[in-house]
């Protein structure tokens, strides 16, 4: 892995530097637009609505649309005369416990690696803050853009998550949310005994992306010029339950029998041998 920036926690009057890294990746599989007909590749160019003239790099800077339609033009230097206090450093601002947090608030998670010379205070902030059952609340300036963010252990590493600010999530308005819908108790329950039905231990290892897998297969049989194989078709989407009770009492007794077929699938455990 790559660091992708460089700075400070700052915690009371201690100082740990830390590189930052991208913790996450997503495994999308990437495609060129291309000419159809003979595969080149598709070229865009910058051009001015103005003049109609190709524009290079060097000569684009950022503008913000007013409602009149009249734009302001920013350049890097308005940018660099920003009040960015925590432009290298994620101060720590308080401890609360990490259930306090919604996680609707959580944007992009990030690793921070000490350098040599703060792996000490790093590990004893690590070891304190993990034993304390706390999360940091944090504020750190990435890519010109002042965020929250959380501090927290795992596998021995801080992990930063970044999160949005109050005003940028959305208000749930929704008309059911004003209708006067009756859930009866009976069907209650038995939506209850569906979860309880299909409780288990999470283990991400337990799935995996079938449409990138399928993706990737009709690729590689392109590359290997083989005939493509569509994949089997899917269960129909079912529609709206007519009776509500009727389906969730089927879908218990089919989780009952997944259930059921999976135990079977687990090897038996050999009884030790006493002396």
């Known amino acids: 892995m790559r660091s992708i920036w460089k700075g400070a926690i700052s915690f009371g009057l201690v100082t740990i530097p830390v590189k930052l890294y991208s913790a996450t990746e997503q495994k999308d599989v990437t495609f060129h637009q291309v000419h159809r007909e003979d595969g080149g590749r598709i070229r865009y160019k910058r051009v001015c609505t103005i003049d109609g003239e190709e524009v290079p790099y060097s000569d684009i800077a950022k503008g913000y649309e007013l409602a009149t339609g009249e734009i302001v033009v920013l350049t890097d230097e308005d940018f660099e005369d920003l009040p960015l206090t925590t432009s290298r450093r994620i101060d720590v601002l308080q401890f609360t ?98 979860i309880t039905t299909m409780v288990a231990d999470f283990d991400p290892a337990e799935y995996h992306d079938a449409y990138r897998e399928a993706l990737q297969q009709v690729i590689e049989a392109k590359v290997a010029g083989k005939e493509v194989i569509a994949a089997p078709a899917g269960e129909e989407e079912a529609g709206p339950a007519v009776d509500l009770m009727a389906a969730l009492r089927a879908s218990v007794e089919a989780a009952k029998k997944e259930r059921g077929t999976s135990a079977k699938k687990e090897p038996k455990k050999k009884a030790r041998k006493t002396a």
């Not at 792996?119 to 010109?144: H, M, N, T, W």
């Open 97 to 194: 416990p990490a259930d306090q947090i919604d996680p609707i608030y959580f944007n992009k998670t990030y690793y921070l690696e000490p350098d040599a010379q703060g792996a000490k205070p790093y590990v004893l902030l690590r070891d304190a803050l993990e034993s304390s059952g706390q999360v940091a609340v944090v504020k750190v300036a990435l890519r010109q853009r002042e965020s929250l963010a959380t501090l927290r252990v795992r596998d021995g590493i801080f992990v930063l998550e970044t999160m949005l600010w109050p005003d940028e999530i959305r208000a749930p308005e929704f008309d059911f949310l004003e209708e006067d819908i009756e859930v009866r108790t009976q069907e209650l329950k038995m939506a209850e005994s569906l």
